[in-house]
């Protein structure tokens, strides 16, 4: 039946990278919906501030401030208690300086992917390595990636960002068809340019400039997203009414390049 509401109260959600950008508004809805949150960040002053915030509205959370790219605090906090039901791996590297910090991959070295691959892809690989058990003893569990237009489409000026996150949604389909079983869903939700911290220079400062509107010519609906505009989607699939929606990249980008 439809109901306004989706409630997730006894539902535990942990959401990487929650302390700044989609992940906070990942981290105010899940909270909004009654789950209690478990917000990481690497950035340990970040994920308590958006705690605060979602006490201060009445919710349920807790700081789990942890590196995803490190595997051993990964296990520690994700099993340390109670199993987690819902994992959103948010938590990404677009490159240091954002759209600034963009190349040609032939002019990139080894070293310049490290950092890529460590937190798009290990940091996916760990956190949902570390849950998957958990949710396989329940019975029950939802894992949600953000990935990226960038791999689904090619992005030219960010190649292996783009493979990183094609990498991650590979390893979503892999799950689901293995964990389908236990009553586990996997999805990716693939982001065309988003208006967050990370690129707020671009949108703040520029946005009447070539770069910006360049950018924008390639989307049906002419303006960046923002965290609201895939919150619902995540705690629908997050909830009971996603249970036959599993292996799927659900693109929540304005229509870019609808023709791919
Ligand atoms: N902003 C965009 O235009 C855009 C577009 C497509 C996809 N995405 C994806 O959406 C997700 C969120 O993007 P955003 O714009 O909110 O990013 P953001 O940089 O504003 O926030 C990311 C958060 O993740 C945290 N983080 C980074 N590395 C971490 C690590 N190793 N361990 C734990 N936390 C870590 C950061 O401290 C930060 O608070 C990312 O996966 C990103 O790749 C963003």
């Known amino acids: 039946m439809l109901s306004a509401e989706i409630d997730l109260s006894g539902r535990r959600v942990v959401i990487t990278g929650g302390g700044q950008g989609v992940g906070r508004g990942l981290a105010l809805a899940f909270g909004a919906a009654g789950a209690e949150v478990l917000v990481n960040d690497l950035r340990a002053e970040r994920s308590r501030a958006v705690v605060d915030e979602i006490s201060a ?12 790219t490190d ?6 906090a994700l099993t340390a208690s109670e199993p987690v039901d819902i994992l959103i791996n948010n938590a990404g590297n677009a490159g240091a300086e954002g759209f600034a910090g963009r190349g040609r991959f032939a002019e990139t070295e080894p070293a310049d992917w490290e950092s890529f691959l460590r937190v798009n892809l290990y940091g996916v690989l760990h956190c949902t390595r570390a849950v998957l058990p958990g949710m ?27 493979a990183s996150k094609a990498g991650a949604a590979g390893l979503t389909r892999s799950v689901a068809l293995e964990n389908g079983r236990f009553g586990i869903t996997a999805n990716n939700i693939s982001l065309g340019t988003m208006r967050t911290p990370l690129t ?20 049906a609906i002419r303006r960046p997203g923002v965290p609201d505009d895939l919150t619902y989607l995540a705690v629908m699939l997050a909830s009971d009414h996603g249970s036959w929606i599993t292996g799927q990249t659900i693109c929540v980008n304005g229509g870019y390049s609808l023709t791919l």
Not at 71 to 76: D, Q
Not at 136 to 162: C, H, K, M, Q
Not at 202 to 207: D, G, K, P, S, Y
């Open 71 to 76: 595997y051993g605090s990964v296990t520690e």
């Open 136 to 162: 396989v003893f329940n019975e029950w569990g939802r894992i949600l990636t953000i990935v990226s237009d960038a791999g689904r489409t090619g992005d030219p000026g960010g190649a292996v960002y783009g």
């Open 200 to 219: 707020e220079p671009l949108w703040a400062e520029q946005a009447d400039s070539p770069q910006a509107k360049a950018i924008l010519a390639n989307y």
């Open 57 to 68: 509205r009445g919710g349920a959370a807790v700081s789990v401030p942890f590196d995803v």
